[in-house]
């Protein structure tokens, strides 16, 4: 199992020990598309341990970007 998106989300795309700092940039909206994969058949997650670490990812999100409008795209 590679390490989940919302141990990655703080961190700068490029580099895993650089920081992003949610400060310096205040997108107007932001696309969110997990879950694609997640349910293969290499490994299936519990269900609602997935739903309730979505919730939290994405209120994490809206907590950084206060003023974006948050898009899910839900494919499971």
Do not use: H
């Not at 390490?3 to 400060?23: G, H, L, Q």
């Not at 940039?25 to 293969?40: C, E, K």
């Not at 997650?45 to 948050?70: C, L, T, W």
């Amino acid at each position: 199992m590679t390490t989940p998106m919302p141990a990655k989300y703080c961190y700068i795309a490029s580099e895993n020990e650089v920081r992003w700092d949610f400060k310096v940039w205040n997108p107007q909206v932001v696309v969110i598309n997990l879950g694609t994969n997640d349910f293969s058949e290499d490994f299936i997650p519990d269900r609602n341990e997935f739903v309730n670490a979505y919730i939290n990812f994405i209120r994490r999100i809206q907590g950084n970007y206060i003023d974006a409008k948050i898009k899910e795209l839900m494919n499971w």
